[in-house]
């Protein structure tokens, strides 16, 4: 018998080494894969969050106007103690840019006026007939939309006090300012009022304001009056007063507000950019025809109340159409928004977008004149 070799009997049997050409060019289309799968995962979740972001973005610039303008709403009419308040007699709708105390005095009796401001060309529910009106402290206004004026006294007196009393040297710091004092008059004990621009003089304004309370020998309080124009220009940053070529060649439609203000000791407007990618403001209004402190019938754009009427308006619907400020790629917005009633015929008013990729959104708030309506159910 033969006897096997030690090298035959132990020999191991073959082993590859490596890779073949085809296992390594499946590798590679495998790697390519997944990297390219991770890639799309990536940005479509970096697309998504831009996304997110901007509909945050839109969401609070429309919840910040609606807050805004209904906070400050809410306080029209408000000119501390007084009880009545004096009844306009102007012919005609007073100048919301007034800058003197005496005229602005006079417009009191109106807490809240406002104007359906043209549309550049006829558009559904819009008025592109009559002529805008001549307001020299705002600018840029875009056409088909409105603008609201609010009137009040600040309630919040206490920058211009020392320990509660009226201090004259913090009066005279706020130079320019148009103060309300409402007091006593102390020879004859009768109740009275009075509208003065602060000096930046002390004496002056100890002099001006003569008003005291109920004992007759403590100065009466005095109130910064508050007047704003909430408005919706046509860009965001003008470029020497224009809107052309603004906001680098792409105009953000921008909630602003006038407000009556001092430059040089001397009462002055300043406008503030309030929220951008508002691009509609519509407002109604409620009045009392009755006079019980609660709207009577259905609410009527601006043009519709009449001079004698805009005393009686005890409340306000707000329409607010705000877009996006950056478009969102692959999305086209062809849609119709009711923006309520926006014009002097009563037409119920519609924007259709224009088919671009800005993401919108309606917000509407009903707001109550509390100060007007409160003091005739009172």
């Given at each position: 018998?033969?006897?096997?070799?030690?090298?035959?009997?132990?020999?191991?049997?073959?082993?590859?080494?490596?890779?073949?050409?085809?296992?390594?060019?499946?590798?590679?289309?495998?790697?390519?894969?997944?990297?390219?799968?991770?890639?799309?995962?990536?940005?479509?979740?970096?697309?998504?969050?831009?996304?997110?972001?901007?509909?945050?973005?839109?969401?609070?610039?429309?919840?910040?106007?609606?807050?805004?303008?209904?906070?400050?709403?809410?306080?029209?009419?408000?000119?501390?103690?007084?009880?009545?308040?004096?009844?306009?007699?102007?012919?005609?709708?007073?100048?919301?840019?007034?800058?003197?105390?005496?005229?602005?005095?006079?417009?009191?009796?109106?807490?809240?006026?406002?104007?359906?401001?043209?549309?550049?060309?006829?558009?559904?529910?819009?008025?592109?007939?009559?002529?805008?009106?001549?307001?020299?402290?705002?600018?840029?206004?875009?056409?088909?939309?409105?603008?609201?004026?609010?009137?009040?006294?600040?309630?919040?007196?206490?920058?211009?006090?020392?320990?509660?009393?009226?201090?004259?040297?913090?009066?005279?710091?706020?130079?320019?300012?148009?103060?309300?004092?409402?007091?006593?008059?102390?020879?004859?004990?009768?109740?009275?009022?009075?509208?003065?621009?602060?000096?930046?003089?002390?004496?002056?304004?100890?002099?001006?304001?003569?008003?005291?309370?109920?004992?007759?020998?403590?100065?009466?309080?005095?109130?910064?009056?508050?007047?704003?124009?909430y408005y919706v220009s046509s860009c965001s940053v003008e470029v020497a007063g224009s809107c052309v070529g603004a906001d680098n060649g792409n105009p953000i439609p921008t909630l602003k507000m006038a407000e009556l203000s001092t430059a040089g000791g001397a009462p002055a407007w300043t406008k503030v950019s309030l929220a951008e990618g508002i691009e509609n403001l519509q407002v109604t209004f409620g009045v009392d025809s009755d006079?019980?402190?609660?709207?009577?019938?259905?609410?009527?754009?601006?043009?519709?109340?009449?001079?004698?009427?805009?005393?009686?308006?005890?409340?306000?619907?707000?329409?607010?159409?705000?877009?996006?400020?950056?478009?969102?790629?692959?999305?086209?917005?062809?849609?119709?928004?009711?923006?309520?009633?926006?014009?002097?015929?009563?037409?119920?008013?519609?924007?259709?977008?224009?088919?671009?990729?800005?993401?919108?959104?309606?917000?509407?708030?009903?707001?109550?004149?509390?100060?007007?309506?409160?003091?005739?159910?009172?």
């Open positions: 018998m033969t006897k096997l070799q030690p090298s035959q009997a132990l020999r191991s049997p073959a082993r590859q080494r490596g890779l073949t050409l085809v296992e390594f060019m499946i590798s590679i289309v495998l790697g390519m894969i997944m990297v390219a799968a991770l890639a799309t995962l990536i940005a479509d979740q970096s697309n998504n969050r831009a996304e997110v972001e901007r509909n945050g973005r839109l969401i609070e610039n429309g919840r910040y106007s609606v807050r805004m303008m209904v906070d400050d709403l809410q306080m029209a009419g408000y000119w501390g103690e007084l009880s009545n308040t004096p009844a306009y007699a102007g012919a005609a709708l007073p100048d919301p840019c007034e800058l003197a105390a005496s005229n602005i005095k006079d417009a009191m009796g109106i807490h809240v006026q406002a104007y359906d401001w043209p549309a550049a060309s006829a558009a559904a529910g819009y008025n592109a007939t009559g002529t805008a009106p001549t307001l020299s402290c705002i600018g840029n206004v875009k056409p088909g939309t409105d603008v609201i004026v609010v009137r009040h006294a600040d309630p919040d007196a206490s920058a211009l006090q020392t320990g509660g009393i009226t201090d004259m040297n913090k009066v005279a710091a706020a130079a320019g300012s148009v103060m309300l004092q409402t007091g006593m008059i102390a020879a004859t004990q009768g109740f009275d009022y009075m509208m003065v621009a602060a000096s930046s003089t002390a004496n002056t304004n100890t002099t001006n304001f003569t008003l005291v309370k109920k004992d007759l020998t403590t100065r009466a309080t005095l109130r910064k009056t508050v007047v704003r124009i006079n019980d402190g609660a709207p009577n019938g259905l609410d009527v754009a601006p043009g519709s109340v009449a001079l004698a009427s805009w005393p009686d308006v005890m409340s306000a619907k707000l329409t607010l159409l705000v877009r996006s400020n950056e478009a969102s790629p692959g999305y086209s917005d062809a849609k119709t928004y009711a923006m309520g009633t926006v014009d002097s015929a009563g037409t119920d008013g519609t924007v259709v977008a224009a088919s671009d990729r800005y993401r919108r959104h309606v917000f509407v708030q009903s707001v109550r004149f509390v100060n007007p309506s409160g003091r005739r159910t009172s």
